[in-house]
């Protein structure tokens, strides 16, 4: 999962095998959640979204789960593939504002 | 698709160099932010823009100052920079519809080197 410090925490998974990445979010008033992936060199590119009036939501090939009482937020990637290596990371916000904090993220590496 | 370019991608100053970032989206974007983001740290939010004119500092204002005369365009300008401003900048815009927050679009970043 995420965390603040110096060190990415990293997850290797097997080409084929589902990924789960975990991200503790801080603000029990957020209520609306991105997922971001970065490749090396690039900048962050939105990959799915969940408001908190739901707690499951399911993209092409990822699912983001939302849990409101312990503060918790994964994304699964299924059938994990070599192009989905990169960083990930979360984001929440308070719909009643516009800013947004992210997490420092996970360093996915995909094995072939 | 959601157009987000930055000026450079590349640039090395000298300190006490005046520098200028600029980002243009091509969305009528309401919203623009300028973030710097280094190792460990994760993403902070140095400045952000709801509409022309307006402004509202980040968590990370110090020594940083913007500019937004055209709805398209948000700059991010270090009035006289500093090795610890070395960092990957980056620029985002998003929409704001009555008041509720969507995905923010990311350009692909600017990697400021301050010697």
């Known amino acids: 999962g995420e965390s603040v410090g110096l060190h990415l925490p990293t997850l290797s998974v097997q080409e084929g095998d589902n990924s789960i990445i975990n991200c503790a979010y801080s603000n029990s008033a957020s209520d609306y959640f991105i997922w971001y992936k970065q490749e090396s060199g690039k900048g962050p590119q939105f990959i799915i979204d969940i408001r908190s009036n739901m707690d499951k939501r399911q993209g092409q090939r990822v699912t983001v789960l939302l849990n409101k009482t312990v503060k918790h937020l994964s994304l699964q990637i299924a059938a994990t593939q070599p192009g989905d290596s990169a960083v990930y990371f979360c984001?929440?916000?308070?719909?009643?504002?516009?800013?947004?904090?992210f997490g420092t993220g996970t360093s996915l590496t995909v094995i072939p | 698709d959601v157009k987000v370019t930055q000026s450079s991608r590349y640039l090395v100053k000298r300190t006490g160099e005046k520098v200028f970032l600029e980002c243009v989206q091509d969305?009528?974007?309401?919203?623009m932010f300028w973030y710097r983001q280094d190792p460990g740290l994760g993403l902070r939010l140095i400045y952000f823009s709801y509409d022309v004119k307006m402004k509202e500092k980040g968590d990370i204002p110090e020594g940083y100052s913007v500019s937004r005369e055209k709805k398209e365009r948000f700059s991010l300008i270090l009035e006289s920079a500093s090795t610890n401003q070395t960092s990957m900048y980056l620029c985002?815009?998003?929409?704001?519809?009555?008041?509720?927050?969507?995905?923010?679009?990311f350009g692909p970043g600017t990697r400021l080197t301050v010697t």
């Open positions: 984001a929440e916000n308070m719909d009643t504002g516009n800013q947004f904090y």
């Open positions: 985002a815009s998003s929409f704001n519809l009555g008041g509720t927050s969507y995905e923010q679009y």
């Open positions: 969305m009528d974007h309401e919203n």
